[in-house]
């Protein structure tokens, strides 16, 4: 079985400055590694994902996030968030199992200020 | 783009009612899924579900649940007695199979949910 863990609950940040989303997993085998964002009153959109290769991932609004294998850590970054940033973000692993179901993180509450 | 759509975005039920709540799937997706997320907490696998049956299901996918597909578009979920638990937001995705694209097509795309509202 998977798991994952977002270490910080919430993350304050201001306006421009960078932001760093810390995620963990555990798993006895080979995984894919996501992050999802969900805005207020909306569904979850895809940012970014690991699949294989290249170890740095580029996503789309500028994220970006770094798998480390050694570390088990899939932390999710940017260099310089907007006040449209604001957001639950979601980290989430699946596996080659039939089906390939998200196993997700408890979540990372980001709130921009200004 | 395609996306995939859900409906009612909101249901309120009694408690022991049942309830059915209906995805439509992006079009050429063959693998379904339904998650949900209790109001605070992480989202939760229920169900996957592929060429017509159940390919893996969680512990919370008891005897009270049940899904289906009866038609070429829509997906549904059926909560037969509902309780003050089932209280969420419902989450359908679907994605492609290996195969059917140039890339590997992992991508699960998820739809704007439905939350349901048990009293």
């Known amino acids: 079985a998977q798991s994952v863990t977002q270490l910080d609950s919430q993350v304050p940040v201001f306006e421009e400055a960078p932001v760093e989303l810390r995620c963990n997993y555990s798993?006895?085998?080979?995984?894919?590694l996501f992050w999802y964002v969900q805005y207020p009153n909306q569904g979850l959109q895809l940012l970014l994902k690991?699949?294989?290769?290249?170890?740095l991932v580029k996503g789309i609004n500028g994220f970006e996030a770094e798998f480390n294998k050694s570390q088990t850590s899939f932390h999710l970054r940017k260099p310089s968030v907007h006040i449209s940033d604001t957001a639950e973000y979601f980290c989430?692993?699946?596996?080659?199992?039939?089906?390939?179901?998200?196993?997700f993180g408890g979540g990372t509450r980001v709130l921009v200020k200004p | 783009e395609p996306e995939v759509t859900q409906t009612p975005s909101h249901q309120v039920t009694q408690m022991g009612q049942e309830v059915i709540l209906r995805c439509v799937p992006i079009?050429?997706?063959?693998?379904f899924y339904w998650y949900r997320q209790i109001l605070g907490q992480k989202v939760e696998f229920l169900v996957s579900?592929?060429?017509?049956?159940?390919?893996?299901k969680s512990e919370i996918f008891d005897d009270q649940f049940s899904v289906e597909r009866p038609d070429g578009s829509n997906f549904t979920l059926k909560i037969r007695s509902t309780k003050l638990e089932d209280s969420a937001m419902y989450f359908c995705?679907?994605?492609?199979?290996?195969?059917?694209?140039?890339?590997?097509?992992?991508?699960?795309?998820f739809g704007p949910g439905t939350r349901l509202t048990v009293t």
């Open positions: 989430a692993v699946s596996t080659k199992a039939a089906g390939n179901k998200l196993t």
């Open positions: 995705a679907s994605r492609e199979t290996p195969g059917t694209s140039g890339r590997r097509p992992l991508e699960q795309y």
């Open positions: 579900f592929y060429n017509n049956e159940i390919s893996e």
């Open positions: 690991y699949l294989s290769g290249s170890t």
């Open positions: 079009s050429n997706h063959l693998y």
């Open positions: 798993s006895s085998v080979s995984v894919y």
